[in-house]
């Protein structure tokens, strides 16, 4: 057990968090990532900020350190190549004695896929927990969330990149404001990409296309349009299940969104800026 200030986490083995006073006195941690970062929120002079950190052990991470600080670094050139207001800022990066950190403004936003707070059935179940407390927003402020994704992913495709690791994880709602930020896009790369992992590639299974499940498949815009059709049926359908009684839209978008989850990539749209124009149009019927 380790403590900084009121707050107290796990790691596996001892680890110097001293570098950690200059941005601030910290207010909480994230330490259940698989990832092998470890995160916290800081506060200085009145300014919060979100510290990204690898080079620890955290207690669910079962590689090594070094290829998390890797990773992160890595990281910090795509946060600064896709800077766009739905995505987190950041501000900062440092390497520190055995590690490296990335420092971004904080957003007071609600991860929807809290998994450290609320496991399995809880997410979908609990009162309390955010992807509850969003599916039970109204369909418009959802739609709004949408619009955010496929502005944001238009804006990444202009920008000859594509998506990896997008998931229902990678969005933060503010249910006081209404307001939404993407985080959490480290392993997003320059296009064009192939799947070059395998079966375990980066993703949720809740969202992967099949080519993320295929060694030497491509990793393109047409991937990111099925990640994200996925992610739609996720906030405003029946998430794995894809039938039109689950969705809460009208039938045209429900068009529009089943295409663009077809496991053939060929019936699917593209490109996002397809997806997202066939998406306006029926939105606006």
């Known amino acids: 057990m380790k403590k900084i200030g009121k707050v107290e986490f796990e790691l596996q083995e001892e680890h110097n968090f001293n570098w950690l ?8 941690v994230f ?28 207690i669910d991470f079962t590689g090594k350190p070094e290829d998390a600080i890797e990773r992160l670094k890595k990281a910090v050139p795509v946060y600064q190549a896709l800077e766009h207001p739905h995505l987190i800022k ?5 390497s520190v004695e055995k590690g490296y950190a990335a420092i971004f403004q904080w957003f007071e936003g609600e ?17 309390e927990s955010p992807f509850y407390r969003f599916k039970n927003l109204t369909v418009e402020k959802r739609l709004k969330v949408i619009d955010a994704i496929f502005s944001f992913h ?56 099949p080519e993320e499940y295929k060694m030497g498949a491509p990793i393109d815009a047409i991937t990111n349009v099925y990640n994200i059709g996925a992610v739609v049926f996720g ?31 060929d019936k699917r749209y593209s490109t996002v800026k397809e997806f997202c124009s066939a998406w306006n149009s029926a939105l606006n019927q």
């Not at 470890?38 to 200085?44: R, T, Y």
């Not at 929807?112 to 179940?125: D, M, N, Q, R, V």
Request: charged share 25%; aromatic share 16%.
């Open 154 to 209: 238009t804006y990444v495709e202009s920008q000859k990149y594509v998506a990896v690791d997008f998931y229902d994880g990678s969005i933060l709602y503010d249910f006081k404001n209404h307001e939404m930020k993407i985080c959490d896009i480290d392993f997003y790369r320059e296009s064009p990409s192939v799947n070059d992992i395998g079966e375990d590639f980066w993703g949720s299974n809740r969202t992967k296309s």
């Open 235 to 265: 906030l405003i359908g029946g998430e794995m299940d894809r039938a039109f009684s689950k969705w809460e839209a009208d039938q045209e978008l429900y068009e529009v969104a089943i295409r663009a989850v077809e496991v053939n990539r």
């Open 90 to 94: 950041l501000v900062d990066y440092i």
């Open 111 to 127: 991860c929807l896929h809290a998994h450290w707070l609320f496991g399995g059935p809880e997410k979908y179940t609990n009162p």
């Open 21 to 28: 006073e200059q941005f601030g006195a910290v207010f909480c």
């Open 31 to 58: 330490d259940q990532q698989d990832s092998g970062n470890i995160s916290f929120g800081v506060e200085k002079a009145g300014q919060k900020y979100f510290v990204k950190y690898a080079g620890a052990k955290p």
